[in-house]
């Protein structure tokens, strides 16, 4: 596909997604970025695109709600005109011990239905959402964010059971999509890994994590910007899932 004049959203376009939608700008694609409280970075990411010569645009939603994910795709074609290109970043991550989940049934049932709604629904009706819109436009890309150790088809850490489930299902759907949807729309995934060091990591922690990945790095946000312009302008590839994870999937 042809980058220039085209029209992407990305959600969950902050750290890495800012890196995805720069990219994305500097190839010529004008760019619609949902936050749910990152207004300020949100703008930022807009206003580097206008300074490319692209139209961005900034969306405030919160995709655990139905109402918000309904109303996202059309607000993108009425004020860009067109979507040519869905990167489905947002994801929900975080601790649930099973004696957690065990213990206190509200905590089993929320962290369920939370990772479900924001790593799984969100990316099953934005992608069908934008179906109609990018046969209108002769085509489109989609490309969904799952993770390296649901990708690498079995668990690896304990105490992330929802997370885990919600991203082995969206790998799931990124295949079954992919086969519905051609030959006109191309459906991928990202599989991250090491990326970007969380805030607080201790050297501990940090020594773990590079002794693990075979190339003993972090990886960085160029890594996943380069790995999404690929997928988005490759006319062979579709369901496929792309590890960017230094090799840690090895391990």
């Not at 969950?12 to 010529?28: E, I, K, N, Y």
């Not at 807009?46 to 300074?51: G, L, T, Y």
């Not at 010569?53 to 067109?82: F, H, I, M, Y």
């Not at 085509?139 to 649901?150: L, Q, T």
């Amino acid at each position: 596909m042809e980058l220039r004049g085209k029209v992407a959203l990305i959600t969950g376009g902050t750290r890495v997604g800012q890196g995805v939608a720069d990219a994305l700008a500097r190839a010529g694609c004008s760019i619609a970025v949902s936050y749910r409280t990152s207004r300020t970075t949100a703008l930022g990411t807009v206003h580097r695109a206008k300074s490319l010569g692209v139209r961005g645009l900034a969306l405030r939603a919160n995709l655990e709600r139905l109402s918000d994910l309904n109303l996202l795709v059309p607000r993108v074609v009425r004020k860009l005109g067109r979507l040519d290109i869905l990167v489905h970043m947002a994801s929900h991550y975080e601790r649930t011990p099973l004696k957690e989940l065990l213990k206190k049934k509200s905590l089993r049932a929320t962290a369920f239905e939370k990772n479900m709604a924001i790593d799984l629904r969100s990316a099953y009706e934005l992608s069908l959402l934008a179906v109609p819109v990018m046969r209108k436009m002769g085509g489109g890309r989609i490309v969904h964010f799952v993770d390296w150790v649901a990708a690498s088809g079995r668990p690896r850490y304990k105490d992330y059971i929802p997370y885990y489930t919600a991203k082995a299902a969206l790998k799931g759907l990124t295949e079954v999509l992919a086969l519905e949807l051609a030959p006109d729309i191309f459906v991928n995934a990202i599989a991250p890994g090491p990326l970007l060091a969380p805030a607080g990591l201790s050297a501990a922690a940090n020594r773990e994590v590079l002794v693990n990945t075979p190339l003993g790095r972090w990886g960085g946000t160029k890594e996943i910007a380069q790995a999404v312009l690929y997928l988005v302008q490759s006319d062979f590839v579709t369901g496929e899932t792309l590890r960017v994870d230094g090799g840690r999937h090895l391990n």
